[in-house]
Nanobody, 117 residues
Framework: VQLQASGGGLVQAGGSLGLSCAASGSVLSIIRVGWYRQVPGKERELVASIDTHGATVISDSVKGRFTISRDSEVNTVNTVHLQMISLKSEDTAVYYC?????????WGQGTEVTVSS
């Protein structure tokens, strides 16, 4: 599985931004795709994830502001979108796309999100 992340950039506090993660390769083996973020000196943390049934997990820190969705194909998650609104300075981080299969996890390249106050 290969993951290609896109989106990110610089936005003012209160603004909106979208990230996308496109999977290729053995996409039918993917069980769940998630977005994680990391700031220097801290562990990578889950932001949101979505599985093949469309069930989502949203971190409390972004609940109500971030939405995760997938391009609709039954029982697959091959392209996932993270829509972020009401961004705060504490959302500044490098965001990573992650895919989980039965046997392993895959990571995409990070994409930077910078929220200026």
């Amino acid at each position: 599985v290969q993951l290609q992340a896109s989106g990110g950039g610089l936005v003012q506090a209160g603004g909106s931004l979208g990230l996308s993660c496109a999977a290729s390769g053995s996409v039918l083996s993917i069980i769940r795709v998630g977005w994680y973020r990391q700031v220097p000196g801290k562990e990578r943390e889950l932001v949101a994830s979505i599985d093949t049934h469309g069930a989502t997990v949203i971190s409390d820190s972004v609940k109500g502001r971030f939405t995760i969705s997938r391009d609709s194909e039954v029982n697959t998650v091959n392209t996932v979108h993270l829509q972020m609104i009401s961004l705060k300075s504490e959302d500044t981080a490098v965001y990573y796309c992650n895919a989980v299969t039965r046997n392993r996890r895959y990571w995409g390249q990070g994409t930077e999100v910078t929220v200026s106050s």
